[in-house]
C-alpha cells in the first residue's frame, strides 16, 4: 500500500508562486505514473498535471506555461511548482499514483488564491 502526503499549499495572492510537494511511501516510486490533480468547490476532480515513469509530461490547457510538475525518484517526491496563481486555481490538490491496475491518492493540501 502507498501513501501519499501533500504539502505546500496555502493563500497567496494572484500572480504568486507555491510550490506543492508529495512524498510517497513505498519502495517502487519510480515505477509509478504521477500525477496531481485538484477539485475546486461544486467542481469535479481534474487532472493538473501528470509525470509518467519515463519522465513525460502533459499539463491541463489552463495551467500551459505556469505550471512545471517534477519528480525527484531519490526523494520519492513529486513537486508541483506553480507559478502566475490565478483566483481560478483556488482548490483542493490531490497527488496521484498510478501504476495501472493500481492507484493511490493523497488527502490533499487547499491552495487559495487571493484577487
Known amino acids: 500500500q502507498e501513501q501519499l502526503v501533500e504539502s505546500g499549499g496555502g493563500l497567496v495572492q494572484s500572480g504568486g508562486s507555491l510550490r506543492l510537494s508529495c512524498v510517497a511511501s513505498?519502495?517502487?516510486?519510480?515505477?509509478?505514473?504521477m500525477g496531481w490533480y485538484r477539485q475546486a468547490p461544486g467542481a469535479q476532480r481534474e487532472l493538473v498535471a501528470i509525470?509518467?515513469?519515463?519522465?513525460?509530461?502533459n499539463y491541463a490547457d489552463s495551467v500551459k506555461g505556469r505550471f512545471t510538475i517534477s519528480r525527484d525518484n531519490a526523494k520519492n517526491t513529486v513537486y508541483l511548482e506553480m507559478n502566475s496563481l490565478k483566483p481560478e486555481d483556488t482548490a483542493v490538490y490531490y497527488c496521484?499514483?498510478?501504476?495501472?491496475?493500481?492507484?493511490?491518492w493523497g488527502k490533499g493540501t487547499l491552495v487559495t488564491v487571493s484577487s
Open positions: 513505498g519502495n517502487i516510486f519510480e515505477a509509478y505514473d
Open positions: 496521484n499514483a498510478d501504476l495501472g491496475v493500481l492507484d493511490y
Open positions: 509525470i509518467r515513469s519515463n519522465n513525460s509530461t
